[in-house]
């Protein structure tokens, strides 16, 4: 669609949709103009962009021959997607949550059946009457091919929910547990700094150490426990990369030479 930056091409969609209905209810241009020309949202526009010059008939025929034929299609376009919507709406509540596709193979098959027996009884010649049955059978077979590929495709998309919502549980699950251990937490580390205090000498200093140990297995802020952190110890230690480990192998020039 090209931009279009005349007069009426500027203003605010709703008065360009409110107009080409009146277009299209036959109001004459003249009304059309004096009725534009006297609307607020209309005036505002024509004060910034058009040096308050008012919208002339001219103006009007113009888009007339541009902007409202745009507008008729849209419209068009519009009312041909709403009624596709409303067409897919009825037939999904007609199908009783089950796939067309399958009602029609329901139907065909019913309808072969039919057909079969119709044909078979009014042919009495036995090499016609096996033609037909070739026939017949080939069908028979494609349409029994389709119901198997069908249901492997029920059979995956069943699978793939029973996934789905495994997965969703199992997060779910996860998540709560994670809470409640957060929750926990404060509590179990009080009811641990004592034994593991002693574990470890005992005293203040078992008590800081054994302290910032629950702090940091629990995932508690420091000091949280009641105690003070340790000197030089606010934040977990850091592993140093072990740089002799990590020097390249360098060659003897000595024996190389």
């Known amino acids: 669609m ?21 277009i299209d209810n036959g109001e004459q241009g003249k009304d059309l103009v004096e009725w534009l020309n006297g609307l607020p949202a209309v005036q505002d526009v024509l004060n910034e962009q058009f040096a308050a010059r008012p919208i002339s008939e001219q ?4 888009w007339k021959q541009g902007g409202y034929p745009e507008w008729l299609r849209q419209e068009e376009t519009r009312s041909l997607v709403n009624k ?19 009602r029609l193979a329901g139907f065909l098959a019913a309808e072969l059946a039919r057909l079969a027996t119709t044909l078979l009884e009014k042919e009495t010649d036995p090499e016609k009457r096996w033609k037909c049955l070739c026939e017949l059978h080939r069908e028979l077979s494609r349409l029994r091919r389709d119901d198997h590929r069908a249901v492997r495709t029920l059979i995956k998309r069943q699978n ?10 199992e997060a779910h699950k996860r998540a709560e547990s994670e809470l ?25 200093l078992g008590l800081d150490i054994a302290a ?7 995932g508690l802020p420091q000091g949280s426990l ?13 592993l140093s990369p072990n740089k002799r480990e990590s020097d390249p192998i360098k060659l003897n ?5």
């Open 2 to 22: 090209s931009t279009r930056n005349g007069k009426i091409a500027r203003l605010p969609k709703p008065i360009r949709d409110d107009l080409a209905r009146r």
């Open 59 to 62: 103006n009007l025929s113009e």
């Open 84 to 102: 596709l919507t409303e067409q897919s709406d009825d037939l999904d509540e007609a199908a009783d949550g089950q796939e067309i596709s399958d």
């Open 160 to 169: 793939w929910i029973r996934k789905t919502d495994r997965e969703d549980d």
């Open 180 to 204: 409640i251990e957060r929750h926990c937490a404060p509590f179990l580390a009080q009811a641990q700094l004592a034994p593991m205090a002693e574990s470890l000498g005992g005293g203040e």
């Open 212 to 218: 910032y140990i629950l702090e940091l297995r629990k």
């Open 226 to 238: 009641g105690r003070k952190p340790l000197p030089g110890l606010s934040k977990p230690p850091s």
């Open 253 to 257: 020039q000595s024996r190389s030479s």
